[in-house]
């Protein structure tokens, strides 16, 4: 079965503080997505990776950056967190070829 | 501009009842996924389809390229199929500046005993 894991399911964090989500992934994949998931807004792409060290913006990526430093590590970085990033954070992967894609579990960060 | 359109946005059912959900798209895909999401967050894939019919269960997702439309079915449904479904098409331009998925806004589903 192919897993992709988020490192927290639950997180609270203060205004300011340094976040990182990590995902990891076990089959491979060259593709990996973070989006973010808001009641009325649904899912959104804020960043993706295809290889190591590439990355791309998605719709949103205003106030995050992104890691790719191994193809099956692909961390998402709140430099400076704010109340209006407390959302739910999904992680996905796919192979290059695509296009089926597999989901993390998910972390609902909150930002206090 | 919503490129995925998905009916109804909330749907309250009887067990056993048979549910449809729909979701129509504008845009070229090479498939669509259909997911579902329980309270907590985490989502499942539960089908991948590029064309035809696809049946897993008591579920049965439908894809009709030409027309831009799927639809995801439930037979005999059961409160444990209280869950957000969400359709999610695959674009085809890997690599390029969109990702390759776009998302309908969800289906909530509630089947009452």
């Known amino acids: 079965d192919v897993k992709v894991t988020q490192s927290s399911r639950y997180l609270v964090k203060r205004t300011g503080e340094k976040v990182f989500l990590e995902c990891v992934q076990d089959m491979d994949h060259e593709n990996m997505f973070w989006y973010r998931q808001d009641p009325g807004l649904g899912l959104r792409l804020i960043y993706f990776?295809?290889?190591?060290?590439?990355?791309e913006k998605g719709d949103i990526p205003e106030g995050y950056s992104v890691s790719r430093e191994k193809k099956e590590r692909f961390s998402l970085i709140l430099e400076s967190a704010s109340t209006n990033q407390t959302s739910m954070y999904l992680c996905a992967s796919s192979l290059w070829s695509g296009p089926e894609a597999f989901f993390g579990q998910g972390t609902r960060l909150t930002v206090v | 501009k919503n490129e995925v359109e998905q009916s109804p946005q909330n749907l309250t059912a009887q067990e056993g009842e048979f549910i449809t959900i729909n979701c129509s798209y504008s845009?070229?895909?090479?498939?669509l996924h259909w997911l579902q999401q329980h309270p907590g967050g985490g989502i499942v894939s539960l089908f991948m389809l590029s064309s035809g019919k696809k049946k897993h269960g008591r579920l049965i997702a439908t894809i009709n390229i030409q027309e831009k439309h799927s639809s995801l079915h439930i037979t005999a449904s059961h409160p444990r199929d209280s869950a957000v479904y969400i359709c999610a098409p695959s674009l085809g331009n890997y690599g390029g500046s969109q990702g390759n998925l776009i998302f309908g806004k969800g289906t909530k589903l509630s089947v009452k005993p």
């Open positions: 990776s295809y290889d190591v060290k590439m990355k």
């Open positions: 845009v070229g895909i090479s498939a």
